[in-house]
């Protein structure tokens, strides 16, 4: 079968950018189970003995910090899904004095880069006691993580044909029940697409953390990482080891809702 030239250029391009993007990940992967004097010497490949202990070693100093951080996403996540169908909801489904305006003030808040916020944000949480708590870390994220997400909902929503809701308002369902029994089962690709999106946004959330958190109570992993200690032989690699363990998490979360977050970015979700 003759290839055409720009497919051919087309397959080396995509493979180009698939390696550039993997190689990171690479480099990350073979340097976390090296002493230094390997990183040194044997930077680009790896070597052996492969130091296993470095994941221990790793494990150990940061496994109660990534409680912390999956306690802080997963309230991030939760708290954005109630606000974001909930609000979705109500904006595709009444209309009500001041809608538009509401909705649009809503989606205004995407336009505010979060900086111009901390210093706001951290009075307002000084004030109300709830710095150094899991509230902070959960509270602020998931206010700015709902505007993206009620836009995504609400147009969601607003394709869920009419007649399937005249049908269930004729067979007696009430708003409750239309919007748990219809909306939100019919939703699980744009709820995915949320979902992993506020899960990454809170997972390496970093300054705002860094701000409203002191010691180790309620520290999340992305913090902690710095902390990492060895001896001085052995800390990059435990480090770097640390950096895998970090992200495991995620990986996991994203194994799981690929599919349907790839169905809710096809199905019009981020559509304007």
Same mark, same amino acid.
């Given at each position: 079968?003759?290839?055409? #030239?720009?497919?051919?250029?087309?397959?080396?391009?995509?493979?180009?950018?698939? +390696?550039?993007?993997?190689?990171?990940?690479?480099?990350?992967?073979?340097?976390?189970?090296?002493?230094?004097?390997?990183?040194?010497?044997?930077?680009?490949?790896p070597i052996f003995p492969l130091h296993l202990e470095n994941y221990?070693?790793?494990?150990?100093?940061?496994?109660?910090?990534?409680?912390?951080?999956? /306690?802080?996403? $997963?309230?991030?996540?939760? %708290? /954005?899904?109630?606000?974001?169908?909930?609000?979705?909801?109500?904006?595709?489904?009444?209309?009500? &004095?001041?809608?538009?305006?509401?909705?649009?003030?809503? &989606?205004?808040?995407?336009?505010?880069? %979060?900086?111009?916020?901390?210093?706001?944000?951290?009075?307002?949480?000084?004030?109300?006691?709830?710095?150094?708590?899991?509230?902070?870390?959960?509270?602020?994220?998931?206010?700015? $993580?709902?505007?993206?997400?009620?836009?995504?909902?609400?147009?969601?929503?607003?394709?869920?044909? @009419?007649?399937?809701?005249?049908?269930?308002?004729?067979d007696g369902a009430n708003e409750l029940q239309i919007f748990a @029994?219809?909306?939100?089962?019919?939703?699980? #690709?744009?709820?995915?697409?949320?979902? /992993?999106?506020?899960?990454?946004?809170?997972?390496?959330?970093?300054?705002?953390?860094?701000?409203?958190?002191?010691?180790?109570?309620?520290?999340?992993?992305?913090?902690? +990482?710095?902390?990492?200690? %060895?001896?001085?032989?052995?800390?990059? %690699? &435990?480090?770097?080891?640390?950096? /895998?363990?970090?992200?495991?998490?995620?990986?996991? +979360?994203?194994?799981?809702?690929?599919?349907?977050?790839?169905? $809710? +970015?096809?199905?019009g979700a981020l559509k304007g």
């Open positions: 079968m003759k290839v055409k #030239p720009t497919t051919l250029w087309n397959f080396c391009f995509v493979t180009f950018l698939l +390696l550039l993007t993997l190689f990171p990940f690479y480099l990350l992967i073979i340097t976390s189970f090296k002493y230094q004097d390997q990183i040194i010497n044997h930077f680009w490949i221990l070693n790793a494990f150990m100093q940061i496994w109660r910090f990534i409680l912390n951080s999956v /306690v802080v996403t $997963g309230g991030i996540i939760v %708290g /954005v899904i109630i606000n974001s169908t909930m609000a979705g909801y109500a904006f595709s489904r009444f209309n009500f &004095i001041g809608k538009n305006f509401m909705y649009y003030f809503i &989606i205004m808040l995407m336009m505010v880069p %979060g900086f111009l916020l901390l210093i706001p944000q951290f009075i307002l949480f000084r004030d109300l006691g709830l710095i150094n708590t899991y509230a902070a870390q959960i509270l602020a994220p998931m206010a700015f $993580g709902t505007a993206l997400a009620t836009m995504l909902t609400r147009t969601f929503f607003e394709e869920i044909p @009419k007649s399937l809701l005249e049908s269930a308002e004729m @029994k219809i909306f939100i089962p019919m939703s699980k #690709p744009i709820i995915a697409t949320i979902a /992993v999106v506020n899960a990454i946004t809170g997972w390496n959330n970093y300054i705002w953390p860094l701000v409203v958190t002191s010691g180790d109570k309620v520290r999340p992993v992305i913090l902690a +990482l710095n902390n990492i200690s %060895g001896p001085l032989n052995e800390v990059q %690699g &435990i480090e770097f080891a640390g950096y /895998v363990i970090a992200s495991i998490p995620i990986l996991i +979360l994203f194994s799981f809702a690929t599919r349907p977050f790839v169905a $809710g +970015l096809t199905s």
